[in-house]
């Protein structure tokens, strides 16, 4: 049995512990906000935190995720409010057909915790998220804008 | 009269308490669940319902795959009612057939004469609704006018609409306090809709509609959804190239737990000389995404690889080779003659450009859900158009009529032409019936690459020749193609005194629409050529093209969606493009600036693009600038997104896209080996900007790609000298750099 939350609930798991943490996310806990791109963590579609930090759940076996704290798109907003980088994407209309973008915020979230202040460099060299539609001029100027935004918070 | 007279196909009603106006159609009649539409009469089509709330729903067919139709759509219907665009929203509806006369009984449904457009793709749907979601808006609030009319005792043209009332004075009227008395209204005439100089909502800069949903990571995808006691299914599809399955062995995915049946999918079509819609293989059916995986992973299959299992790069190679030697060449145009111009011609240049399989690696993979019982299909689908997931179905089902299906098209992980195939969901279907339950039929991404409807991969062989001036006097281009799709008619062609377009064709893998088919291609290799004669002449290339379209003046383009080219507007493009990128000016040294225009379904392109390549080869993208005349611009932000996106598509195909094959099979199955760009590879600096214009529009998904490919390669010639004649770009500049 596995034992871990997700969005600050607690689940267990009796499944097979092979099965990757996106498809008991998306199967099973039916929070279907973290996508399936390729299952070989190359695109980041999958992208959710795991102890706070990004990681892409198609290539993390359920036996991997005893005891952590899960967050997924759906837990990324807080007490009602959007998530900084949540606030950046639609001020910036940076989604197109959409699909990759939970897997863009998620990792965007956790890219500005080491990257308080990135560069374009910083960006370049660490977000390698794939988005089919190629939002990648107003992903750039959402990311600076969230980055801003967090400065503000704290 | 004709136009009121075509009125008499609309039905207005005030049901449930709201204002109505639609085009009757049949095909949810039966099979659509009553629960989503039980404000409405069931028998609705096209709709736009104005409730007593003030609510306004459109119901249309159009799905969004990323363009940004469920935006524009409701901008315009909101443009001629004169309410805030944000309180118009869309229902996504089925089908809309209407019953007509003839073999099948059903036709696509009308609207004041003219059909509904029900897909998304051919950069059409913006063009076909334009006027009429304008007219259904125009003839809603010329009801509700008339409607205050009455109930104030004055006159229509002392009344105005504003912002969802109707004004007299001081006096305003909701327009859902008039829904009743607007359906019974008789109008005296046909509403005449605003002119462009009136527009308040249309050409204003509106956000993604779908934007919160979409950051919020809401089910409003095909494969986020589910239906009631649903299976999942995963099937193992024959990898060679037109082979089947010869035999198998489920014994270990049957004990795989969790995995309920194991199902053959027959190709569809049976005969291997046609392209498949369904290709042959094995369905394994369990109760989750992971157990059918592992079940298909336990399956032992052996296959009929003999079709092609000689094909391998170097094979196709070489059969590009014999086209382009003696392949039986037809001749698609032909003016002037170009045998005796080349001969007399001052310079010559002989040249060939290669592109490769492009696949269209939708960001959702292909899905559909399933549900086929006795009597009724229940379909759930990521698909382009609502007709075709239909019209396929009753191929593969020919017991069920059309009220017998209900066809639910979600927002689309992205398309770009592929989801215009209906196989997913069709598989679905095989897999619901053999196994009586909800069936979902996921493709894995090695699923998808491998058995695409791949962008054609192609060879343009060139002759051109310039006379004592520089002129292009004579060219033949000659485009060999593993699909049989062509645009040698396409700029420059109608600008050359002497042209032959001829083209050679030979299927191998199989083939669909990606984003601009053909143009897609013929853009890269006649900019390139246009690119290579303005050197050869010792002119400036901007300057060149904006010569050649003042010389020619307008052209005829018997292209789709378009039948001429306007020189005034290529040129005022052009001029957009690069005056944003800074044409002219000093550059660092190992920078270039490369140009290129095309029009791409009746939508005029241009782009300019600075790159920079070092000693050893690296390149980098500097700046895109990005300049589009599509007419009318309904979204100026989703217009300027889909240059954005459009352009960097063509740079990520350009610089790593590229389907290999080995042994009767493709070899390029994941993100590791068929590699598309990340933000790393896009430009830090962008200029999109739409032409303003009244032009009745055209859609916006597919024109900038056609450019973008073009302007990028000639930028890398003008900066390092290396003609990039062979796509991908991939390691060519390291390679050429190096000696």
Redo the contacts between chains.
């Keep these: 049995m596995v034992k871990f939350t997700v969005n600050g609930i607690s689940h267990t798991f009796n499944g097979d512990e092979d099965m990757p943490l996106l498809w008991y996310l998306r199967d099973e806990a039916r929070l279907t906000g973290t996508k399936f791109g390729c299952g070989i963590a190359q695109c980041g579609a999958c992208t959710v935190h795991i102890g706070g930090m990004a990681q892409r759940s198609c290539s993390v076996p359920m036996a991997a995720v005893e005891g952590e704290n899960i967050i997924t798109i759906e837990g990324l907003e807080h007490s009602d409010r959007l998530h900084a980088v949540q606030r950046a994407w639609l001020e910036e209309d940076v989604a197109q057909c959409g699909f990759c973008q939970s897997g863009q915020i998620m990792a965007i979230a956790s890219f500005l915790k080491d990257f308080p202040n990135p560069s374009d460099k910083d960006i370049d060299e660490n977000h390698t998220n794939l988005c089919r539609c190629a939002t990648y001029v107003r992903m750039r100027a959402a990311i600076h804008k969230a980055a801003a935004y967090l400065q503000e918070e704290i | 009269m004709e136009n009121f007279n075509r009125r008499r196909f609309l039905k207005v009603s005030a049901a449930a308490g709201a204002l109505v106006i639609s085009a009757p159609a049949i095909s949810f009649a039966q099979g659509m669940s009553k629960e989503r539409y039980r404000n409405l009469d069931t028998n609705l089509g096209f709709y736009l319902k104005i409730d007593g709330n003030n609510k306004i729903t459109i119901g249309y067919s159009v799905p969004d795959?990323?363009?940004?139709v469920s935006t524009a759509l409701p901008m315009l219907v909101a443009e001629e009612l004169d309410v805030d665009f944000k309180t118009v929203h869309v229902e996504k509806l089925p089908p809309l057939y209407k019953k007509a006369e003839g073999e099948n009984g059903y036709e696509d449904q009308t609207y004041k004469g003219q059909p509904i457009h029900q897909s998304t793709g051919g950069s059409q749907a913006i063009r076909r609704s334009y006027i009429m979601l304008r007219q259904a808006g125009a003839e809603a609030r010329a009801r509700l006018v008339m409607a205050a009319a009455q109930k104030l005792g004055v006159s229509e043209s002392d009344l105005s609409t504003e912002n969802g009332f109707v004004v007299h004075g001081s006096n305003r009227l909701s327009y859902g306090s008039l829904v009743d008395a607007a359906a019974k209204v008789t109008l005296n005439s046909e509403p005449k809709l605003k002119d462009y100089a009136d527009y308040k909502i249309i050409g204003t800069d509106q956000?993604?509609k779908?934007?919160?949903?979409?950051?919020?990571?809401?089910?409003?995808?095909c494969?986020?959804m589910e239906l009631p006691g649903m299976l999942?299914a995963v099937i193992a599809r024959c990898p060679y190239i037109d082979g089947v399955v010869k035999s198998y062995d489920d014994t270990k995915a049957l004990k795989v737990?969790?995995v309920r049946k194991v199902v053959r999918i027959h190709r569809i079509p049976e005969d291997r000389s046609q392209q498949k819609i369904i290709s042959d293989g094995v369905a394994v059916i369990a109760d989750?995404?992971?157990?059918a995986l592992?079940g298909r992973d336990a399956l032992e299959i052996e296959w009929d690889d003999s079709k092609w299992a000689h094909a391998d790069d170097a094979w196709l190679n070489s059969e590009f080779d014999r086209m382009v030697k003696n392949g039986k060449r037809e001749i698609k145009i032909e003016h002037g003659d170009f045998d005796a111009a080349y001969a007399k011609a001052d310079k010559k240049l002989e040249v060939a450009y290669e592109q490769p399989y492009w696949a269209h690696?939708?960001?959702?993979?292909p899905c559909g859900i399933a549900d086929v019982t006795k009597d009724k299909i229940t379909v759930i689908a990521g698909n382009q158009t609502a007709v075709r997931v239909m019209n396929d179905l009753m191929q593969v089902f020919p017991g069920y009529r059309h009220d017998q299906f209900d066809v639910t098209l979600m927002?689309?992980?992205?398309?770009?032409g592929r989801k215009f195939i209906v196989d997913a969901v069709t598989e679905a279907a095989l897999c619901s019936k053999a196994v009586g339950k909800p069936v979902k039929v996921?493709w894995?991404?090695?699923d998808d690459l491998e058995q695409d409807f791949y962008n054609p991969k192609g060879r343009h062989v060139f002759r051109g020749g310039l006379d004592k001036n520089g002129k292009i006097i004579a060219a033949n281009y000659l485009h060999c193609s593993t699909d049989n799709d062509f645009a040698t008619h396409a700029f420059p062609a109608h600008n050359i005194p002497n042209y032959r377009g001829e083209v050679v064709h030979k299927q191998v893998l199989p083939s669909g629409p990606w984003r601009g088919p053909t143009e897609n291609v013929a853009g890269y290799a006649m900019q390139s050529f246009v690119d290579e004669m303005a050197h050869l002449a010792g002119q400036d290339p901007l300057e060149y093209r904006i010569n050649m379209f003042r010389e020619t003046g307008d052209t005829p383009h018997p292209g789709f969606s378009s039948d001429f080219i306007r020189a005034d507007r290529f040129i005022n493009i052009l001029q957009i493009a690069a005056k944003n990128a800074g044409w002219g000016k000093k550059l660092p040294k190992g920078h270039g600036m490369g140009v290129a225009s095309f029009m791409t379904f009746g939508g005029y392109a241009a782009a300019v693009v600075e790159v920079k390549v070092d000693d050893d080869g690296t390149l980098t993208i500097i700046k895109a600038s990005g300049a589009c005349d599509p007419g009318v611009v309904i979204n100026p932000?989703?217009c300027k997104?889909?240059i954005?996106?459009g352009?960097?598509?063509g740079?990520?195909a350009a610089l790593g896209q590229e389907i290999k094959i080995d042994g009767g099979r493709v070899i390029t199955n994941?993100?590791?080996t068929y590699h598309?760009?990340?933000?790393?590879q896009?430009?830090?600096q962008?200029d999109?900007e739409v032409a303003k214009n009244n032009i009745e529009p055209r859609g916006m998904g597919e024109m900038a790609l056609p450019a973008a490919i073009p302007a990028l390669c000639n930028a890398i010639y003008a900066a390092c000298g290396v003609r990039i004649r062979k796509l991908p770009i991939a390691d060519q500049l390291k390679t050429a750099m190096r000696s």
């Design positions: 795959d990323g363009t940004g956000p993604q779908a934007a919160l949903d979409i950051a919020l990571g809401k089910p409003i995808y494969m986020d999942n737990p969790g989750n995404h992971w157990a592992k690696a939708t960001m959702e993979t927002r689309l992980g992205s398309g770009f996921i894995t991404r090695e932000l989703g997104g889909q954005e996106g352009t960097l598509d740079f990520s994941n993100f590791d598309m760009a990340r933000i790393a896009a430009p830090t962008f999109a």
